[in-house]
């Protein structure tokens, strides 16, 4: 891949530009008006709660006890969440939270494939603020969980001093444990989801505009290399298919591990 | 968290670990460092930031070691 870039830095005469920050940027669709902060990725984001919402209505209304193929496939991404996550992960009364998690995984499901969905073809959560909602709303959910269980100053004690530590060790230990809840698994929820997302776009930009670039230039040489490219770019879709999904899963999965943690007794 | 013991039983419990570690390396390291920088910001020197990194890496590797080494 980068041998590519440089055989076309070195022969191209305008130059190939490679995709960057800049194509993460996008402008305002209704310039000077008030609604110019409406942009691409809020619009996806609304259209994919819309979906959500569609998907998750219509595949409950009917409740046939013998599912036809639409409530199967809806049935199938709740009890996958139901029994893979709620209830492995958090135990007995996992079924409060079972709404959070399989609305988490189907909005972030559906955000994520947007940008391999052709005409939209851009990863929502790839924009650090959508993410870093999201996790903040886990982040409520397990703080929330664990004060009402052990108090406010019940909680953050059973986070700083879990037992069975020598005692001089607990003033060094401290911080660390305060930091890694209350900064650390936020942040790494959020960044890690962006990071791949905004990986895979990159990814996915440089196969194909590399491409097309080179299957429009002058040389012949990259004219016949041009189709590898875009071959790659095919392959690299459907690789970005099963990220999307399991980095969706995997969100999913941390903010449950997270719950129940503020939800048993011992740290 | 504990291993073993009354509370919700734990399949991913691997998967956790994997995660787990990498929180608490980079805790350690924001933790300390973090309050060295303040030390150093506080009373205008250069020393603690360096030596706070590295107490927070090494009490990092021992919480990774005292949640999911023993077993």
């Not at chain 1, 046939?64 to 029994?83: D, H, K, M, W």
């Not at chain 1, 100053?153 to 809840?181: C, D, H, N, T, W």
């Not at chain 1, 999965?253 to 007794?265: G, K, N, R, V, W």
């Not at chain 2, 509370?7 to 350690?28: M, T």
Request: contains cysteine.
């Amino acid at each position: 891949m980068s041998s590519t870039v440089l055989a076309l830095t070195h022969t191209a005469d305008p130059g190939f530009e490679p995709p960057g920050i800049a194509d993460f940027n996008f402008p305002p669709i209704f310039p000077d008006t008030p609604f110019d902060f409406v942009t691409k990725p809020l619009l996806a984001s609304v259209l994919a709660a819309i979906i959500v919402f569609v998907f998750f209505t219509l595949g409950a209304r009917k409740g046939a006890l013998v599912p036809g193929r639409f409530q199967f496939a809806v049935e199938s991404v709740y009890t996958f969440i139901r029994n893979g996550i709620a209830r492995d992960v958090i135990g007995h009364d996992f079924a409060k939270y079972v709404p959070y998690l399989v609305t988490v995984f189907a909005f972030i499901s559906v955000n994520n494939l947007f940008g391999i969905i052709p005409l939209i073809q851009f990863p929502t959560l790839a924009r650090f603020g959508f993410p870093l909602v999201l996790a903040i709303c886990s982040w409520l959910i397990y703080l929330g969980i664990g004060i009402r269980r052990a108090g406010f100053f019940g909680y953050f004690k059973s986070i700083m001093f879990p037992p069975g530590l020598p005692v001089f060790i607990y003033p060094l230990l401290a911080p660390i444990e305060l930091i890694q809840v209350l900064v650390v698994r936020p942040f790494s929820l959020a960044l890690r989801l962006t990071a791949n997302m905004f990986a895979g776009h990159i990814l996915l930009l440089l196969f194909t505009l590399g491409g097309t670039y080179m299957l429009t230039n002058e040389s012949l040489v990259l004219k016949l290399l041009a189709p590898f490219s875009l071959a790659g770019a095919i392959g690299l879709t459907s690789f970005e298919a099963f990220i999307e999904v399991l980095q969706a899963y995997i969100f999913t999965l941390l903010s449950a591990l997270y719950i129940a943690e503020a939800m048993s007794d011992e740290h | 968290m504990a291993q073993e013991g009354p509370g919700p039983k734990r399949k991913d419990q691997d998967s956790e670990a994997a995660w787990g570690v990498v929180g608490y390396l980079v805790s350690g390291l924001v933790a300390w460092g973090g309050l060295g920088a303040i030390a150093d910001h506080y009373f205008d020197t250069s020393l603690f930031f360096p030596i706070g990194l590295a107490l927070g890496a090494g009490l990092g590797l021992y919480l990774v070691w005292v949640r999911y080494g023993k077993s």
